[in-house]
């Protein structure tokens, strides 16, 4: 009885630590490839400020080419 009762645990015990194994190593690569977007997000970010100058200075140079064709048109 014992000599079948030792392998079955034996065998039980190595499948499931492989199976904790790959899952652990699942969730690792999971956890890098987050890391990695997260990085990716924190490089390309802007600033609520930053985007606020750059859209009036292009409001500024829009206004200024409609007050040319208004010009051009005027005449």
């Known amino acids: 009885m ?3 009762a030792v392998p079955l645990v034996l065998a039980a015990a190595t499948g499931f630590s492989v ?3 790959r899952l652990h ?3 690792t ?3 890098h490839r987050v890391d990695a977007f997260e990085l990716r ?3 390309s970010y802007v ?3 930053d985007l606020t100058a750059a859209m009036e200075r292009f409001e500024t140079h829009m206004l200024r080419i ?3 064709l ?3 048109i005027l005449k």
């Open 2 to 4: 014992i000599e079948t």
């Open 19 to 21: 199976l904790i194994s």
């Open 25 to 27: 190593n699942r969730v």
């Open 29 to 31: 690569q999971l956890d």
């Open 41 to 43: 997000v924190a490089e």
């Open 47 to 49: 600033s609520k400020t």
């Open 66 to 68: 409609e007050n040319k």
């Open 70 to 72: 208004d010009k051009i």
